[in-house]
T-cell receptor
Framework: DAKTTQPTSMDCAEGRAANLPCNHS???????VYWYRQIHSQGPQYIIH???NNETNEMASLIITEDRKSSTLILPHATLRDTAVYYC??????????????FGQGTRLTINP | SAVISQKPSRDICQRGTSLTIQCQVD?????MFWYRQQPGQSLTLIAT?????????ESGFVIDKFPISRPNLTFSTLTVSNMSPEDSSIYLC???????????FGNGTRLTVT
């Protein structure tokens, strides 16, 4: 499985943009980058995913570098409710593995008032 | 997105007993998975629940310990057998509706084994 590397923790001020980096230097050409977050005591929540192009939805933006070796999740106006662990995941290879997601340790993002 | 309901939401069980966790989805889904999250840890995939056939287990997980059923496209169960305190975790059901669609999770079952 392609491995991802994320900072263990980050802080951001409320109202500012939170930029969460992720390195995935071994990503294969057909593998997607997914972002999830987990708020305490809840199941992980899907945020966004992309292959090559930048993506935006109502929750966040995903910027993928041209060589696809890294990406950044952007929460444009962070609120206290965005405090969570954020997981960057690259989909595993293989027929069966292509369907599953392997979670790393993630980044614990704390939004400060 | 699919709505996933897990039962029970939490339980406290004695060592040596077994617990069956149910996962019900409000629509037919192609893939169902079971994950475990040990205290303070990230998620670990236990197995893929296959409709009408035996589940596909990840390394370190075996059918005798974690038997899984998936009788149809909307329902699955995970049993944690012969429990020990090391099995205390959150167990999460997740589903995918298509090969490149996002994975959606239930809120999990918080299991404590005493």
């Amino acid at each position: 499985d392609a491995k991802t590397t994320q900072p263990t923790s980050m802080d951001c001020a409320e109202g500012r943009a939170a930029n969460l980096p992720c390195n995935h230097s071994t990503i294969s050409g057909n593998e997607y980058v997914y972002w999830y977050r987990q708020i305490h005591s809840q199941g992980p929540q899907y945020i966004i995913h992309g292959l090559k192009n930048n993506e935006t939805n109502e929750m966040a933006s995903l910027i993928i570098t041209e060589d696809r070796k890294s990406s950044t999740l952007i929460l444009p106006h962070a609120t206290l409710r965005d405090t969570a662990v954020y997981y960057c995941i690259v989909r595993g290879p293989g027929a069966q593995g292509a369907q599953k997601l392997v979670f790393g340790q993630g980044t614990r993002l704390t939004i400060n008032p | 997105s699919a709505v996933i309901s897990q039962k029970p939401s939490r339980d406290i069980c004695q060592r040596g007993t077994s617990l069956t966790i149910q996962c019900q989805v409000d629509s037919q889904v192609t893939m169902m998975f079971w994950y475990r999250q040990q205290p303070g840890q990230s998620l670990t995939l236990i197995a893929t629940a296959n409709q009408g056939s035996e589940a596909t287990y990840e390394s370190g997980f075996v059918i005798d310990k974690f038997p899984i059923s998936r009788p149809n496209l909307t329902f699955s169960t995970l049993t944690v057998s012969n429990m020990s305190p090391e099995d205390s975790s959150i167990y999460l059901c997740s589903v995918r509706t298509g090969p490149n669609s996002p994975l959606h999770f239930g809120n999990g079952t918080r299991l404590t084994v005493t």
